[in-house]
């Protein structure tokens, strides 16, 4: 007896590799990467207005593109991985990332940025999945995935703690391009130590790669938001530049899951979506995104140009958000076991709605304790919500489809990111153009332009000068506040929306089939002979798996 239980814990300390909490730390740095990049640019966005003069769509676009882009391109490569290798993209994904990191630094043009940043959202979707997926391999029981994927989400909250505030740094004392390079020293650390210490693993290998499918899946994802975001910008449905997009867009999504159906071999399993936690956990998951991302970038332009703080202080200002998310993630795996996944991700959401709702109490003063506050219980609160989605999503997908798993989980992130950053975007363009749109004294040539930003507003006031620049400044400064506002309770409604999809989700963190063996209606679950828990002689396969691998 003593003989089988060494061999099942051999077993159980082999299960990602000897050193599986060292490709843990390797792959919270490669997320560290991507994360950093998700948010240095916030608070640099004024800088680069003043800079490139782009204009507002342009700005959306510099904004926008990383994140479109990479979601559009996540199923390709989280599939790819799968196929050749995801340590191989994973390594790719890192040099890609690291030239368009210096394309970025040194554009000129508000097109020459982004283009750079479209390329870094090349390498960014190299790089998103396969760390998930990585993951999801080397961590075979779910308490010991729950806990790596509690310091994967703590991992992705320093990223963007770090990101406002080193970007802020860098703007004040340096230029806005900075912000890119402090990629290039990490991605040049990352990159050896991945070369040497991450394991190789791949998920089914059987038929042919479907090239066309991801394809279509990537034309469908960019043209759809594309017409989103005409949208956004204050176009018509029914325009023709904005009606097409959303058309052709949505016929190709739904051509894609058609010939995944249809496939013996598909790039995504469709048959997850059938599972209420899976199908779930992702529109959760979209609507975290959807109702706070582009919130985020509208809270950065409160901070700097209607509280007039620095791009340091706006950094530092949202370090309680970030911290507060970095302890919802370390402590993700407790709350996890101890409520589960329903009430865990209902209480997020929850949570996240009612610090929405104080953050309307903000005004035309700054009241640092009620912004410190709201923005504790607002990180603590998506965070938690996150992790809950997350952990279920990916623990729900096999092995052998953890790529695809985490390309659809990533896909759902980026995109609610994007499609947030368009619709929260439409709604406070909305609300803060008619309030500049007939100012006493102001011509009309500087109303229309000041309607496209608050800081189009401020130049253009400072142009004008005397009392109609002062009337100006003073009626758009309330306009975006109101606008804000607005934006905010529509954060609420989205934010509500998704605590009540929740109830949809299993009470208690339940487990699966036994490691090796195929979940009910999926695919058996395959993967590199180095990285297979066998069962011990005499010893049931889900002990050789991890006494912990049940949960509750």
């Known amino acids: 007896m003593a003989g089988t239980t060494t061999d099942a814990a051999r077993a159980r300390a082999t299960a990602g590799g000897a050193n599986r909490w060292v490709v843990l730390v390797v792959l919270c740095v490669s997320l560290l990467l991507v994360a950093l990049d998700a948010t240095v640019?916030?608070?640099?966005?004024?800088?680069?207005?003043?800079?490139?003069?782009?204009?507002?769509?342009?700005?959306?676009?510099?904004?926008?593109?990383?994140?479109?882009?990479?979601?559009?391109?996540?199923?390709?490569?989280?599939?790819?991985?799968?196929?050749?290798?995801?340590?191989r993209v994973l390594l790719l994904g890192y040099g890609i990332f690291g030239l368009a990191s210096a394309v970025a630094a040194l554009a000129g043009s508000a097109e020459l940025l982004i283009v750079a940043r479209a390329l870094l959202g090349v390498g960014g979707a190299m790089i998103m999945p396969a760390t998930l997926s990585i993951l999801r391999a080397v961590f075979p029981d779910r308490r010991e995935r729950a806990t790596a994927i509690g310091v994967w989400t703590a991992t992705a909250a320093i990223g963007a703690a770090?990101?406002?505030?080193?970007?802020?740094?860098?703007?004040?004392?340096?230029?806005?391009?900075?912000?890119?390079?402090?990629?290039?020293?990490?991605?040049?650390?990352?990159?050896?130590?991945?070369?040497?210490?991450?394991?190789?693993?791949k998920g089914g290998a059987d038929g042919p790669w479907d090239v066309l499918g991801a394809l279509?899946?990537?034309?469908?994802?960019?043209?759809?938001?594309?017409?989103?975001?005409?949208?956004?910008?204050?176009?018509?449905?029914?325009d023709l530049f904005t009606l097409a997009p959303l058309c052709v867009g949505t016929a190709l999504i739904?051509?894609?899951?058609?010939?995944?159906?249809?496939?013996r071999h598909p790039l995504i399993d469709m048959?997850?979506?059938?599972?209420?936690?899976?199908?779930?956990?992702?529109?959760?998951?979209?609507?975290?995104?959807?109702?706070?991302?582009?919130?985020?970038?509208?809270?950065?332009?409160?901070?700097?140009?209607?509280?007039?703080?620095?791009?340091?202080?706006?950094?530092?200002?949202?370090?309680?958000?970030?911290?507060?998310?970095?302890?919802?993630?370390?402590?993700?795996?407790?709350?996890?076991?101890?409520?589960?996944?329903?009430?865990?991700?209902?209480?997020g959401f929850a949570l996240t709605a009612a610090a929405?709702?104080?953050?309307?109490?903000?005004?035309?003063?700054?009241?640092?304790?009620?912004?410190?506050?709201?923005?504790i219980v607002l990180g603590f609160g998506l965070q938690t919500t996150l992790f809950g989605a997350y952990e279920s999503m990916l623990s729900e997908a096999p092995a052998d489809c953890a790529g695809g798993a985490a390309a659809i989980g990533e896909t759902s992130y980026q995109l609610g990111a994007g499609m947030g950053i368009a619709l929260l975007g439409s709604v406070m363009n909305a609300a803060y153009?008619?309030?500049?749109?007939?100012?006493?004294?102001?011509?009309?040539?500087?109303?229309?332009?000041?309607?496209?930003?608050?800081?189009?507003?401020?130049?253009?006031?400072?142009?004008?000068?005397?009392?109609?620049?002062?009337?100006?400044?003073?009626?758009?400064?309330?306009?975006?506040?109101?606008?804000?506002?607005?934006t905010l309770l529509v954060s609420v409604g989205l934010l509500v929306l998704g605590a009540l999809a929740s109830l949809r989700l299993p009470r208690v963190m339940e487990c699966g089939a036994p490691y090796g063996e195929p979940a009910p209606g999926l695919p058996e679950?395959?993967?590199?002979?180095?990285?297979?828990?066998?069962?011990?002689?005499?010893?049931?396969?889900?002990?050789?798996?991890?006494?912990?691998?049940?949960?509750?």
């Open 41 to 87: 640019l916030h608070v640099a966005v004024p800088s680069v207005t003043e800079d490139l003069r782009p204009s507002a769509t342009a700005l959306l676009w510099i904004v926008d593109a990383y994140p479109l882009v990479c979601a559009a391109l996540l199923i390709l490569f989280g599939t790819l991985g799968d196929r050749v290798g995801r340590r």
């Open 162 to 201: 770090t990101g406002p505030v080193l970007g802020g740094f860098l703007v004040q004392h340096f230029w806005w391009g900075s912000v890119f390079l402090i990629n290039i020293p990490l991605m040049a650390l990352i990159l050896p130590l991945g070369r040497k210490l991450l394991p190789e693993s």
């Open 216 to 238: 279509t899946a990537a034309a469908g994802v960019i043209t759809l938001v594309l017409g989103v975001k005409r949208l956004g910008a204050g176009h018509g449905p029914l």
């Open 254 to 263: 739904v051509l894609f899951v058609r010939r995944q159906k249809r496939r």
């Open 271 to 347: 048959r997850m979506f059938a599972r209420p936690t899976f199908s779930t956990s992702v529109g959760c998951i979209v609507l975290a995104m959807l109702a706070l991302v582009g919130l985020e970038l509208i809270a950065v332009q409160y901070l700097q140009l209607v509280l007039g703080l620095s791009p340091l202080e706006t950094g530092l200002r949202l370090l309680p958000l970030t911290f507060a998310a970095m302890a919802a993630g370390a402590t993700g795996s407790y709350t996890l076991r101890r409520l589960g996944p329903r009430t865990m991700v209902g209480c």
């Open 356 to 375: 929405v709702l104080l953050l309307v109490l903000m005004g035309q003063h700054d009241r640092p304790l009620l912004l410190t506050s709201a923005f």
């Open 433 to 486: 153009a008619p309030g500049v749109a007939s100012v006493p004294g102001v011509p009309d040539e500087a109303s229309a332009g000041a309607a496209n930003s608050l800081g189009e507003a401020y130049d253009l006031a400072d142009r004008l000068g005397g009392p109609a620049g002062a009337a100006l400044r003073s009626a758009a400064r309330h306009s975006f506040v109101h606008g804000l506002h607005v």
């Open 525 to 552: 679950q395959r993967m590199e002979p180095h990285l297979r828990v066998p069962a011990a002689a005499g010893v049931p396969a889900a002990e050789a798996a991890g006494s912990g691998s049940g949960g509750h």
